[in-house]
């Protein structure tokens, strides 16, 4: 009997440490560079690429906000594709673009557009999502 209650507790301490480490849905980051549309060029990337290892060690994505002007750049992890683009402080989507820029960060998944005859940013989207934690 003494075994047995020893038994029972080591499973339920087995089974308690099992659902505080569950991690819930998950999906590995991902950046992708599509450039073959000249007229709607974008690029969409998770902020977590960098814990994919499947993604290979060139995918990132960057955004960055200062007073003048917001960058989004990226690398495609699978094709080494790299987009670039910015919105200036006269741009009238540059205070969206600054909120975007902020609000990224682990969780998020970043789609920006541009067209190839510009180096601007035509629009930007975020979102965060707990499946893309890590």
């Not at 047995?4 to 089974?15: D, E, G, I, Q």
């Not at 992708?32 to 994505?61: C, E, H, I, K, T």
């Not at 992890?77 to 683009?85: R, Y």
């Not at 200036?88 to 067209?115: D, E, M």
């Amino acid at each position: 009997m003494k075994h047995m209650t020893k038994f029972v507790f080591a499973l339920s301490l087995l089974l308690i440490a099992s659902y505080s480490f569950a991690a819930g849905k998950y999906s590995p980051g991902r950046v992708v560079v599509n450039l073959s549309n000249p007229a709607q060029q974008y690029m969409n990337g998770d902020f977590n690429v960098r814990y994919n290892p499947a993604a290979g060690s060139q995918g990132f994505v960057q955004a960055q906000a200062g007073d003048y002007y917001v960058s989004f750049n990226g690398v495609d992890d699978s094709t080494g594709q790299s987009f670039s683009c910015s919105i200036p402080n006269t741009n009238a989507i540059f205070q969206a673009a600054i909120a975007t820029a902020r609000a990224a960060g682990n969780g998020s998944r970043l789609q920006v557009y541009k067209t190839s005859s510009s180096s601007t940013c035509t629009s930007v989207y975020i979102l965060n999502n707990s499946q893309f934690l890590d």
